[in-house]
């Protein structure tokens, strides 16, 4: 298996090559006059937004041998893609994104945002996290303005922008709820809403829906496609869950189980807005499934053998998971 | 309702023991003091002022005290949790340090500082310090990880990632360390007063024992069992009330 997928040959569904979607009439209109910030930097349509160039990451495990977890990761992003990253519970999928948002530190390799190499946290990239992460000590709205607090970003200005967002995620009436107080769904609502109040170029979801029943997931999908479309955002979306990922992505990056490679990557290009119970979309799934199943069955073979607990299983059917 | 009938039916009953054993007159009043010799002492020292006083002292001193030890003890404790090296060194010497009375610094106080404030400020700082200190780092480690990297992925850095994050994340964990290094800061101080003279509850106390005035102890010892127990119930229980229901915590039973 190489470790670069653009080697791997073309076959079904589209591999490699992915497209920026095009998106009809002006992505602002539904929201109204408020600014959403800047627009998204194209700094040139041949660099992208963020690539990532033969990144190696090992670590010391407690027997004391290192570890390999990720194996020279190439990928590129361009700018208001929507890529999702699949694979075995295991394969370094959270990391990658950790490694992108600059809280973690690669062994070797780069991670380039407009071309330039990444030297820590900075807010053009936000990470939104399976258990949201929000501030409990915070109201919904002191959560959402955040980010633009540390920005050093004026009162007036904040409120405005707090506003707009708590619209956009459609939790206009939660501004001073405390996070407990909402379900799992308006949770992670709340916490993309604070992603995207500062404004980020790009969005990191780690598995953001992997905890919600479906029906929320469902309409959270729809959400966030409605909102990726509108805002033109950058997104990296880890999942185990292949047929959200062929739901939501333009592309979808599948990685082997440990170390972590690209094993392949697959454009999905089905129009939007899809659905989960599509059958291209399932049809497309069922393809990708079966590129994954040889490494889940390592996951799943490693985890016995190592005794470990079994965490989160890559969800074959794509349904959801109890 | 049940719990205010308890409060009051326990309380009667162990004032109606100690009038009983009074009147009864086993001992004589200077060895077992009456309840109404208390009452009187307790209004006479009110109304000379002399109890005002004291508990104006002994307040501002704990109070300083104690600040000291939360700003020093929240520094600590974040930078053992923070650094293997420091938590082998200098946390395994708290650890043991724990075990030493505060009050056991009052003749090293006394040589550094001279017999003042400054002398009785180090003992309750000494006393309040471990328990405060051993709390922060404790929250520190018990906070969910995923506050830090949020915050710091939302841009928030150095002393910012420190007081609008790191602080209020950990502070569930640290609220009852913070609550025992109030107790120990206010015990540290009562006994440290009892050994210098001058104001303060603890002075007072020995002035009453000079006195072999045992209804002016008994009244003293009141007042000083009375705010300990009011700053523990009011300001630390408000506290945790303020924070279970931000937190979305049950409280604890």
Redesign the interface.
């Known amino acids: 298996m190489s470790a670069n997928a653009q080697n791997i040959p073309a076959q079904f569904p589209i591999p490699v090559e992915p497209q920026i979607p095009v998106r009809s009439g002006n992505p602002r209109e539904r929201l109204g006059p408020v600014a959403t910030g800047r627009p998204v930097r194209a700094v040139s349509p041949e660099i992208a937004k963020v690539g990532l160039s033969e990144i190696c990451l090992s670590y010391r495990a407690q027997s004391g041998e290192r570890l390999l977890a990720l194996d020279h990761i190439n990928l590129q992003v361009k700018a208001g893609e929507f890529l999702c990253v699949v694979g075995p519970s295991g394969c370094g999928k959270s990391t990658l994104l950790?490694l992108i948002?600059g809280?973690h530190q690669q062994t070797s390799g780069q991670v380039l945002i407009d071309g330039k190499p990444v030297q820590g946290?900075?807010?053009d990239?936000?990470?939104i996290?399976q258990?949201h992460?929000?501030?409990?000590?915070?109201t919904v709205g002191q959560n959402i303005e955040?980010?633009m607090?540390?920005?050093g970003i004026g009162r007036a200005e904040r409120e405005e922008k707090t506003a707009y967002y708590l619209r956009l995620v459609h939790l206009g009436k939660f501004k001073d709820s405390?996070?407990?107080?909402l379900s799992g769904g308006m949770r992670q609502r709340v916490a993309i809403a604070?992603a995207l109040a500062?404004e980020p170029d790009v969005l990191l979801m780690d598995e953001p829906f992997a905890a919600l029943d479906a029906q929320t997931r469902d309409l959270l999908h729809d959400e966030l496609e409605r909102i990726w479309s509108e805002t033109g955002r950058t997104i990296i979306f880890v999942t185990h869950n292949v047929r959200e990922a062929v739901r939501l992505g333009d592309r979808v990056a599948l990685l082997t189980f440990r170390p972590g490679r690209v094993k392949r990557e697959f454009s999905v290009e089905l129009p939007r807005p899809r659905q989960l119970e599509d059958p291209h979309v399932a049809r497309v799934a069922r393809a990708i499934l079966d590129e994954l199943r040889d490494e889940i069955n390592q996951s799943l073979e490693a985890e016995y053998n190592e005794g470990v607990k079994p965490h989160v299983k890559p969800d074959l059917e794509g349904e959801s998971r109890v | 309702m049940k719990r205010a009938a308890r409060f009051i039916i326990f309380y009667s009953a162990l004032l109606g023991l100690w009038i009983l054993l009074a009147k009864l007159k086993i001992w004589p009043p200077y060895l077992f003091p009456t309840p109404w010799g208390v009452a009187e002492a307790l209004y006479g020292g009110f109304k000379d002022h002399t109890y005002w006083i004291a508990i104006r002292v002994s307040m501002e001193r704990v109070l300083i005290g104690y600040a000291i030890s939360v700003v020093l003890g929240m520094i600590l404790g974040l930078g053992v949790a923070s650094s293997k090296f420091l938590e082998e060194t200098v946390g395994g010497l708290l650890v043991s340090l724990q075990s030493l009375p505060s009050i056991c610094w009052w003749p090293l106080a006394l040589l550094w500082f001279g017999l003042n404030q400054n002398a009785i400020l180090f003992v309750v700082v000494m006393g309040s310090l471990l328990s405060v200190t051993l709390a922060m780092e404790d929250g520190r480690k018990q906070m969910?990880k995923?506050?830090g990297?949020?915050?710091?992925?939302?841009?928030?850095?150095g002393f910012?990632l420190f007081w609008?994050?790191l602080l209020?994340?950990s502070?569930p964990f640290i609220v009852s360390g913070l609550k025992q290094g109030w107790a120990f800061a206010w015990r540290s101080l009562i006994t440290a007063e009892m050994l210098y003279l001058s104001l303060g509850l603890g002075q007072v106390l020995m002035m009453g024992r000079d006195l072999n005035d045992m209804s002016a102890v008994i009244a003293v010892m009141l007042l000083i069992i009375a705010i300990g127990y009011i700053v523990d119930g009011v300001v630390f229980r408000g506290m945790e009330r303020h924070?279970q229901?931000?937190?979305?915590l049950t409280p604890a039973t």
């Open positions: 950790l948002a809280l946290p900075g807010t990239r936000i990470m996290f258990e992460g929000l501030f409990p000590w915070l955040f980010g607090k540390m920005k405390y996070i407990h107080q604070r500062t | 969910p995923i506050f990297m949020a915050g710091r992925n939302l841009g928030a850095k910012k609008y994050v209020p994340a502070l924070l229901h931000k937190w979305g």
